[in-house]
């Protein structure tokens, strides 16, 4: 099983952009289809972004197309999270995940991804 761990976060100012790492060990993410979450205080996990096994396709929530971008080096074995023009709404834990599906529906249901990292905390003020 691959063992995620997120790195980052930070606080920020409404505006700005922040670059997210999934640094997996333990199994090539070559193998999975990985995603990003976020879950605020008090809230639900929701999707995020979500790219293919090579990279090939992707899928964003509405609330980040256009200003997040998912990208994966598979010989890192890293995934990232550009995000930018980053808005108070976007304060949250963001987590990773690794899956084995891709595709709309079952890429943003969390109930479908294998293993999680611990999320790191982005903070932005407004």
């Known amino acids: 099983q691959v063992q995620l761990v997120e790195i980052g976060g930070g606080l920020v100012q409404a505006g700005d952009s922040l670059n997210l790492s999934c640094v997996a060990s333990?199994?090539?993410?070559?193998?999975?289809?990985m995603g990003w979450f976020r879950q605020a205080s008090g809230k639900e996990r929701e999707f995020v972004a979500v790219?293919?096994?090579?990279?090939?396709?992707?899928y964003y929530a509405d609330s980040v197309e256009g200003r997040f971008t998912i990208s994966r080096d598979n010989a890192k074995n890293t995934v990232y999270l550009q995000m930018n023009s980053l808005k108070h709404e976007d304060t949250a834990v963001y987590y990773c995940?690794?899956?084995?599906?891709?595709?709309?529906?079952?890429?943003?249901?969390?109930?479908?991804?294998?293993?999680w990292g611990r999320g790191t905390q982005v903070s932005v003020s407004s």
């Open positions: 333990g199994r090539n993410i070559s193998n999975y289809v």
């Open positions: 790219i293919a096994w090579y990279g090939d396709a992707t």
């Open positions: 995940g690794a899956t084995n599906v891709f595709g709309g529906t079952w890429s943003r249901d969390p109930l479908q991804y294998k293993s």
